[in-house]
Each structure stands twice: as C-alpha cells, then as structure tokens.
C-alpha cells in the first residue's frame, strides 16, 4: 500500500505545477542566451516601421485643396496640395514643390495673402504641393537639412530628400503629372532645400528657384544640368548677399554668398560666363547665363531692397516690407515656362 504523500513532497509537486508552464511559455529569447536583448528587439522593431512601404494614398479627382500624412524615417510628414479649377484627369499637368522658409510650415506658404501661390496657380493651371519641413513641434516650426542649414533638420540628419522623393511619387499616383514639368521653389531655408533637390534630384527637377536662400549644400554632383532662378535683396539682413552670418544666423551657418552660388551652378551647368541683362526696372534687375548644357539656363534678379522676404509678397511675421519692384511669384512661374 502507498504510502500517503508527506508535507515536503506535496510542497515540491505544488511549485513543480505552478513553474512548469511558465517555463514552457517563456519566449524563445528567455530560454536561449544568444537570443537578441530587448533593446535590440526595439531598435528592429523601429527600423521594420522605418523601411515599412507608405500606405497607398487616396486618388485626387476633382479640384480643390487637400492635406496628406505618411510615416517617413519613423516620423510622421505632411503635405498639401492645391488643383487647380481647370484640372481634367486625361491631361498631364505641372508641378510646383514650395518650400517654406526655416521655423514656418506649409500652411503658412500656401497662404495666398503672403505669397500669392493659389491665385498662380489657378491662373497658369498648374498643381502646386506644399510640403512640410522636419518638427518636433506638430508640423510647426518645422526646418529642412538642405546641407549645412538649418535647425533641428540638420542635426538629426533628417532625409528630406527621400521625403520629397515620396510626396513626387504620392503625386505621381494621386493626379496626373508631367513628369517632364516638376519644379521646385522656396525661401529661405526652404530656397536651400531647392538648391539640394536641384544637387541630388536633377533626374526629377527640370529647374529650381530660390528667394533670400543661397546654396548651402555639402556635396552636389548632379548627373544633368537643372535650370536655376535665383532671386535675392541686396539688403538682406539674414542671408547677406555676400556671405556670412546675418543678423539672426550666427547660430545656424556662414552662408554661401549669392555670387558664390551662381558662379558654382554657371560652371555645373556649363553655362557662357558673361551675363546678359534681361530685366531693368526701378530697385530690381535680372541676368542671365546662357549657352548651358541641356537648353538650361541660370538666371539672378536682385532687388535693392526689402531685407529677407519674397518680393512681391507680404511677410507672415511683419517687419520691413518686401520689395514691389518685381513679383517674385509670377517671375518664377514665367521662368519655369519657359524651361
């Protein structure tokens, strides 16, 4: 006859059962010593949803104005986009990319009253997006690393490039494009973001334009010749004229001159050396460089004053008022027609 279980024995079976199927539910990675820890199991966790594919983004059918979200580099990044009333979907279209200038947004640059974009828009009939720059702050105060400027943008090392090149692409599949007619402009930090697309995205940006923003990049070996429109205040207290720390950006960069920069896209994009003057009128003159590769072509407008802002416009914060003797959003458009 068995002999009946005694204390010790009983307490041995009790933890035995209340052990065994924890040990056998334990991960993989509990059981195995050379299993990843879980900071590493985070680290590729976050590096899945950073290579994850954009969500497919909704067809645009009709004209009007939209705002669009997608994950990019573990961060969420923003967009807007305007059609225009005379948008038919069985004909390609322009595109215009704007970028706002450092601490603004893109609600701010697709603001009518400051920079006339819309109105543009609508008239020559072209699409026109505005993508919204690196924040930590909800889209707002938002910057783009364009090279050397600007901000959180640049110390992060934030892939605005690659953000661009999925806002093309979402364009792409939302609207018909011409593919043959995208544009980039922008001021400011947002000019110096044109300045990098035109350096790393020529196969994309048949021209750029830049307002109050210089060429700030760190490399640029462009594989084609982009056409380029720089327009510029000789007073300007930000991005001096002729380089250097401005008033407010002894905290950010030296800047690259204007000189500076179009002597270095003259010579990239094979251009004559001579200017030609093609534009004279009361506080403002344009040049032009022509006989570059490609039918491209370099051109400066200078304005005698205004300081940092988008002649023509009117400026968000206040302050001294732009320059009227040119538009700066009607010359651009003019020059991309062109192209």
């Known amino acids: 006859m068995p002999r009946p279980p005694t204390c010790r024995s009983r307490l041995a079976r ?6 065994l199927p924890a040990a056998l539910s334990l991960p993989a990675q509990a059981q195995n010593a050379d299993a990843p820890s879980l900071r590493e199991r985070i680290q590729a966790r976050i590096a899945q949803r950073k290579e994850a594919p954009a969500a497919e983004p909704a067809a645009i059918t009709r004209p009007g104005d939209y705002s669009f979200s997608f994950e990019h580099g573990g961060a969420t990044r923003q967009y807007r986009v305007h059609v225009p009333a005379s948008y ?10 704007v970028f706002h200038g450092g601490g603004g947004n893109m609600d701010i640059q697709a603001d009518d009253r400051y920079y006339g974009q819309i109105s543009q828009a609508e008239q020559a009939g072209y699409i026109v997006a505005f993508p919204n720059g690196y924040s930590r702050f909800g889209g707002k105060l938002a910057t783009w690393n364009a090279g050397h400027c600007c901000g959180g943008a640049r110390d992060t090392q934030s892939d605005d490039v690659g953000f661009v090149r999925e806002v093309v692409a979402r364009l792409k599949r939302q609207l018909n494009i011409d593919a043959q007619r995208i544009f980039a402009s922008g001021i400011s930090n947002g000019a110096m973001m044109s300045y990098r697309l035109a350096c790393e995205m020529p196969d994309t940006f048949r021209a750029i334009a830049a307002v109050a923003g210089t060429d700030n990049t760190t490399v640029c070996t462009p594989s084609r010749p982009v056409s380029i429109l720089h327009i510029h205040a000789r007073d300007d207290e930000l991005v001096l004229f002729n380089g250097g720390a401005g008033r407010e950006s002894d905290k950010v960069t030296a800047f690259v001159s204007v000189p500076d920069s179009i002597a270095k896209w003259v010579k990239l994009d094979a251009c004559r050396p001579a200017p030609q003057r093609v534009l004279s009128t009361a506080g403002a003159y344009c ?13 400066l ?34 020059f991309f027609a062109q192209q």
């Open 301 to 334: 407008c200078v304005t005698e004053s205004g300081g940092h802002s988008w002649p023509g416009g009117q400026k968000p914060r206040g302050g001294s008022q732009p320059s009227s003797a040119i538009k700066a959003t009607e010359l651009i458009w003019d």
């Open 88 to 97: 038919r979907d069985d004909t390609p279209r322009p595109l215009l990319l």
């Open 14 to 19: 009790l933890v035995v059962a209340l052990l």
């Open 287 to 299: 040049e032009a460089y022509t006989g570059c590769q490609g039918g491209t072509q370099v051109q």
